[in-house]
């Protein structure tokens, strides 16, 4: 079986750009076959881009885990983070890196199983994981961030509550110091752990 997050070389290429704006920062992402969300921005990620809040007082870095073609990473970058961004998808990879490149955006783009080629610390971590890779590897990525995250570091990822929210956070509060729902839109809960 084909998921998006397996790399399949055969599979035929049909890049599309999707132009899309989040506040009032435009950009752009190119997407392909066999990656997450093909020919538009997901409505989770959206919302969890529109919801993301932040702060600014020094240099910031963040971490987009499971980048996917990158639409959290790239506007990061856009607003002026320093970027991290990483998926086991290779065709996602490449895909992230065209569109920082075009746009002279800077990120690094790792290739990595959940933090396995991940050795910095971060400011955020920003994801919509791949719930459907099974809890175990999904929760190697959810709990594995509090490692991954600077004093007071947070956590913002998206998660659909047909897809188990509610369990999930229950779960977090065991792992994290504090874990809230900012926001729930059409059965997609935006939740942030510091
Ligand atoms: C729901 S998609 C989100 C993609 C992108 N961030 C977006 O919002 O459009 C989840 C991503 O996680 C990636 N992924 C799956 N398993 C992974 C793993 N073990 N480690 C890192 N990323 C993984 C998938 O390839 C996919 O790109």
């Not at 175990?136 to 961030?145: D, N, T």
Request: with cysteine; net charge neutral; aromatic share 12%.
């Amino acid at each position: 079986m084909n998921h998006y997050f397996t790399n399949n070389e055969n599979l035929k290429s049909e890049i599309k750009r999707v132009d899309t704006v989040i506040h009032s920062t435009s950009y752009y992402f190119y997407t392909d076959n066999g990656v997450f969300s093909k020919g538009e921005l997901d409505f989770g990620t959206e919302l969890l881009l529109k919801t993301f809040e932040y702060s600014f007082p020094q240099e910031k870095t963040l971490l987009d885990m499971g980048c996917g073609c990158g639409p959290i990473g790239i506007y990061a970058s856009k607003l002026g983070f320093t970027v991290d961004m990483s998926d086991v998808n290779r065709r996602a990879i490449h895909l992230s890196r065209m569109s920082l490149k075009e746009q002279e955006l800077k990120a690094n783009v790792y290739e990595s199983d959940a933090y396995e080629n991940i050795n910095n610390k971060y400011d955020y971590i920003v994801s919509n994981p791949p719930i459907r890779v099974g809890k175990e590897k999904l929760y190697e990525i959810i709990m594995g961030a509090k490692e991954h995250l600077n004093e007071n570091g947070e956590l913002w990822i998206v998660v659909r509550k047909q897809q188990g929210a509610e369990s999930l956070i229950k779960d977090m509060k065991e792992v994290y110091r504090s874990v809230e729902v900012v926001t729930k839109k059409k059965g997609f809960y935006i939740i942030k752990a510091i």
